[in-house]
Antibody
């Protein structure tokens, strides 16, 4: 059974960097049949896919156009986890952030528990 | 990005009713469509993939249909556990997009 465990601060100041980590159990960040995603949800933006990292002989990343200039997703094979960094945050980045696995069927089949991140001074 | 539009935004129904939610894609996505159910305080849970295939363990009262740009999710015989918000999501593109959601509430 795949489990994703999120961690990170719940409050970030404007213009600073939002950082979250997603620990994986029951699968590997280096799996060649999965991708590891960050998704956020807010009342104003709904469910918004932010980006992913995946391993196919090497690691690749894809990012949403809306955040491409501000986002970095990294995989850490030694800890079997992946992380999200979102730079230069504003109050509009306030949301529930989820990590999720994109599995063999192409859907988000396993999700983290969610982390509510508020951007406020 | 491919835009996904769901209707209605809210749906009021009673236990035992049959309800249908529609989802339209801004361009053809073949059958690369999933449906999710989300309850308050929880992450979304996948119900259907490839437009019409039930995820393991999902009750047979849920069904999906459609292809191209028009899709639907039907719940036949609503149960108390089904009152939730439902989202469609396309995965034709790596930039996977969701509909805005349909809240199914008790009439």
């Amino acid at each position: 059974q795949v489990q994703l465990q999120q961690s990170g601060p719940g409050l970030v100041k404007p213009s600073q960097t939002l950082s979250l980590t997603c620990g994986i159990s029951g699968d590997s960040v280096s799996s060649d049949s999965a991708a590891w995603n960050w998704i956020r949800q807010s009342p104003s933006r709904g469910l918004e896919w932010l980006g992913r990292t995946y391993y196919r002989s090497k690691f690749y990343n894809d990012y949403a156009v809306s955040v491409k200039s501000r986002i970095v997703i990294n995989a850490d094979t030694s800890k079997n986890q992946f992380s999200l960094q979102l730079n230069s945050v504003t109050p509009e980045d306030t949301a529930m952030y989820y990590c999720a696995r994109d599995g063999p069927l192409g859907t988000f089949d396993y999700w983290g528990q969610g982390a509510l991140v508020s951007v406020s001074a | 990005d491919i835009q996904m539009t769901q209707s209605p935004s809210t749906l009021s129904a009673s236990v035992g009713d049959s309800v249908t939610i529609t989802c339209r894609a801004s361009q053809s996505i073949s059958t690369w469509l999933a449906w999710y159910q989300q309850k308050p305080g929880k992450a979304p849970k996948v119900l259907i993939y490839k437009a019409s295939i039930l995820e393991g363990g999902v009750p047979s009262r849920f069904s999906g249909s459609g292809s191209g740009t028009e899709f639907s999710l039907t719940i036949t015989g609503l149960q108390p556990d089904d009152f939730a918000t439902y989202y469609c999501q396309q995965y034709k593109s790596f930039s996977k997009t969701f509909g805005q959601g349909t809240k199914v509430e008790i009439k």
